[in-house]
């Protein structure tokens, strides 16, 4: 099965006014039927990259291709895709019905069919009834079921979503998630899902990209952006990590601030790197391990967050984060830790992940 | 108890410090005067000008042509050629003013410009009327130049495009700064929807920009029409006796002619019907429209 590219881009380039680099030369192809994320801080240029998408922004260099044409020159009412706008950009004038009907009747769509068209989308966020209602008597959740169905009636070849569920209290969210993903696998309709909350584009992509600066970091999937980042600007805003600077001094060791540690493989002598770990990958222990690749630490602080301990851990090294389930402490292994305490931290060497980036010069990303 | 009859009174003297000097601002100069020439509109001239009793309907059945010698449209005519003047008025002032509102709005310039439109309140009003004298008599500045041409003079004062001129002229702010304020509030994604799911240039600012701005052209009509329909010095001043509206014959009966119950009736009538036309505006757009003018 070879998958058919819906979404290319090559080398796209924004400056805006005033010297901003929006986006600095992103290549990216998005597949047919993906649901592909773009995840960043904000300002790393995901928007601008939906915006161009939508024919709302022109690239001032690289080329935009949408199912097989160059869209350069098509303005966004010519283009085969439809948004779902950030604050749903709802017509208040208009009654939900002609909302949604909207892009029918602008393409002239005969009045059965977009009668026809509305209901099925109604039915399809699971709005019937609310047909006659104006946006400003809609719940915030109506609202996005509103504008889904809007872009969805329309039958567009990519989907275009600029965080669509930000202003949606958590539960809602989680719940509208899990609707977005199976409205997706129904229609296999192609959707770029823009987003700056790192767990909502882990649970939902098949693919996905984290932007920083106007540059993709890295593009690839949930499990392997997570398990296997590529720079530490990854590593960090995917979950937490434990970033340690480390000088090979063979393919598989290298001397840390915590001792030397091994690697399952990569390195070359001689050269600096940075090596990650995510906290629930490490063991931790009463007694020593009696294998490489252990470091002693003191409990400094301890942050329960219900499923979960975290531990921030003092090393001679610096500080280590530790994850362990908060499952039933009678079990080997699920032991809990106090204050002050003395524990054996082991780092597994399959789960150092090696980052080879330039080491120094990187700014911290926000907290997520 | 005690607790709540001192909260209650509190709320009273907040309420009175608040409402209370414009509510008996409007009682001592709105109200009572227009009581007074409520009163005065069924009463007769007397001699020396002098309102005298009995109560008669004589003063409204003369207004609507109702003469003991029979059916006689002056007055009516009167009024219709003023309500026809004042929608000329508003509707030209619309074709300008709207444009222009939202090049304003829009512009990078918008406090330059927004304070041009406002600058020539800093001038006295008969200042400015007396300038369009000046500008369109027989030797002013239009004809001097069209005369330069070879062409003319026009008669262009008195006459009735004077007048259109310089009410438009004056009540174009009126239109503008309201109109300004709906542009600068407009939610331009709603454009950027529209044209999403197909809308053009044209059809994406019919269906998603004019809409927006629907509230500020409403209360910019209502600034424009209403006190066009009741002007008198712009149109003694330009039309010099030739142009006669309602706002004149009223204007007239309390001055030349003392017949300050005849005056009454015709301000009652002309009154009466701009607020019909606001009730009607009101029944239309449903209550939410007038809360919009606001």
């Keep these: 099965m070879n998958p058919t590219p819906v979404v290319e881009l090559e080398g796209v380039r924004k400056v805006f006014d005033g010297g901003t680099v929006a986006l600095d030369g992103v290549t990216l192809t998005v597949y047919e039927g993906e649901f592909f994320s773009l995840l960043g801080p904000s300002g790393c240029g995901k928007t601008t990259l939906l915006r161009i998408l939508g024919g709302f922004e022109v690239p001032d260099a690289g080329t935009v291709r949408i199912a097989g044409v160059d869209v350069r020159e098509v303005p966004p009412y010519r283009r085969p895709v439809n948004t779902v706008f950030q604050n749903y950009a709802l017509f208040p004038h208009m009654t939900v019905f002609d909302n949604i009907a909207f892009g029918l009747r602008m393409r002239r769509r005969p009045p059965a069919e977009v009668r026809r068209k509305v209901g099925w989308a109604m039915e399809l966020v699971q709005i019937e009834g609310l047909s006659a209602r104006r946006p400003h008597e809609l719940s915030g959740g109506q609202k996005q079921r509103v504008a889904l169905a809007r872009a969805l009636v329309n039958e567009p070849r990519v989907l275009l979503l600029d965080e669509p569920l930000g202003a949606l209290d958590l539960k809602l969210r989680k719940q509208l998630q899990i609707e977005l993903m199976r409205l997706q696998m129904e229609l296999g309709t192609t959707f770029v899902y823009v987003t700056h909350d790192q767990e909502e584009a882990l649970v939902m992509s098949d693919r996905m990209a984290v932007m920083q600066n106007g540059r993709l970091e890295q593009v690839g999937l949930p499990e392997e952006l997570y398990e296997r980042p590529k720079t530490a600007f990854v590593a960090r805003f995917l979950g937490r990590s434990n970033l340690i600077e480390a000088h090979a001094v063979a393919p598989d060791r290298a001397e840390t601030p915590f001792g030397p540690l091994r690697v399952s493989g990569g390195l070359t002598p001689g050269r600096r790197y940075l090596l990650g770990i995510r906290p629930e990958k490490l063991r931790l222990a009463r007694e020593p391990w009696n294998r490489a690749n252990t470091v002693t630490a003191r409990v400094k602080e301890i942050v329960y967050t219900g499923a979960e301990n975290q531990y921030i851990l003092e090393a001679r090294g610096g500080e280590l984060v530790a994850y362990t389930l908060n499952a039933d402490i009678s079990e080997p292994g699920y032991e809990e830790y106090d204050y002050g305490e003395t524990v054996h931290v082991h780092l597994p060497p399959e789960n150092l992940v090696v980052i080879d980036e330039p080491i120094g010069d990187e700014p911290r990303p926000p907290a997520p | ?294």
């Design chain 2, 1 to 294: 108890m005690n607790r709540s009859a001192t909260s209650r009174a509190r709320r009273l003297l907040e309420l009175l410090l608040t409402v209370g000097p414009g509510a008996l601002w409007l009682l001592i100069f709105m109200l009572i005067p227009a009581l007074l020439m409520l009163e005065a509109s069924f009463l007769q001239r007397g001699p020396y000008g002098r309102l005298v009793g009995p109560f008669t309907l004589a003063n409204y059945l003369r207004f609507f042509g109702l003469t003991p010698e029979g059916f006689d449209p002056l007055y009516l005519g009167i009024l219709w050629r003023s309500a026809v003047f004042a929608a000329g008025v508003t509707a030209i002032t619309l074709l300008l003013g709207y444009p222009l509102a939202f090049a304003i709005a829009t512009s990078r310039r918008k406090e330059t410009l927004l304070l041009l439109v406002v600058l020539p309140f800093w001038t006295n009003f008969l200042i400015r009327i007396y300038a369009w004298i000046v500008i369109f008599q027989r030797h002013g500045v239009v004809n001097a130049a069209l005369g330069a041409l070879g062409l003319g003079p026009l008669p262009l004062y008195p006459s009735w495009f004077a007048v259109y001129v310089a009410t438009v002229y004056t009540y174009l702010p009126f239109l503008v700064l309201p109109v300004y304020t709906a542009v600068e509030r407009i939610d331009w994604t709603l454009l950027e929807a529209a044209q999403d799911l197909g809308a053009g240039r044209v059809r994406g600012f019919l269906h998603a920009v004019l809409p927006q701005t629907l509230p500020g052209v409403v209360a910019g009509v209502l600034l424009v029409f209403v006190p066009a329909l009741g002007t008198f010095v712009i149109s003694d001043l330009l039309g010099a006796g030739r142009v006669i509206l309602i706002g004149n014959v009223i204007q007239q009966q309390f001055g030349v002619v003392r017949d300050w119950a005849f005056g009454s009736a015709a301000a009652y009538v002309l009154m009466a019907l701009v607020l019909l036309g606001l009730w009607g505006y009101a029944r239309v757009a449903g209550e939410e429209g007038l809360d919009r003018l606001v």
